[in-house]
Every structure is written in C-alpha cells, then in structure tokens.
C-alpha cells in the first residue's frame, strides 16, 4: 500500500467548535496586544511575589504570581466552557 503525504489528512474529522475557540483567543490577544501598544497597563501585574530587578543599564521583570493566577483563572474557565 503506497501512502502519498497528503492522504492522511483527507478523513480528519475536525470540531467545528475548536475553530471559534481558536478565532475568540486569537481576538482576545488584538485586543490586548492593541491596548499595550496604545500604553494601556491591564488590571494585573506587578503583584507581591514578582520579581523586578532594576539595574544602571535595564531591568528584567518576571511576572511568576501573575502568570500563576493568569494560569488558575484559564484553567477555570476552559473546564468551565469546555466541559461536555
């Protein structure tokens, strides 16, 4: 039996549902990435457990608590949402 690249490809069943998930993320980060550019500071951020080192030449901030809250909020939601 001889497979050429693209026949595999041919029977995938894909849920019209992931598509609007894919389109409302992708328009959710225009939106934020447009209102950073616009200099917009968004609700969170700089939260206790941060880490903000400033130097002569630059700093480096790691959000490390925001992007764990971030991550519990998502982790919410999608199971919220996504559920069946």
Do not use: K
């Not at 019209?16 to 998930?21: F, K, L, M, N, Q």
């Amino acid at each position: 039996m001889q497979c050429t690249v693209g026949t595999r490809w041919h029977n995938l069943i894909v849920n019209p549902e992931i598509g609007r998930i894919v389109l409302i993320f992708g328009v959710i980060l225009v939106v934020v990435g447009g209102l950073t550019m616009l200099g917009v500071r968004l609700p969170f951020g700089r939260l206790p457990g941060d880490i903000a080192i400033e130097g002569e030449r630059g700093g480096i901030y790691a959000p490390i608590v925001t992007m764990i809250i971030v991550s519990i909020v998502l982790t919410v939601l999608l199971n919220i949402f996504l559920r069946r």
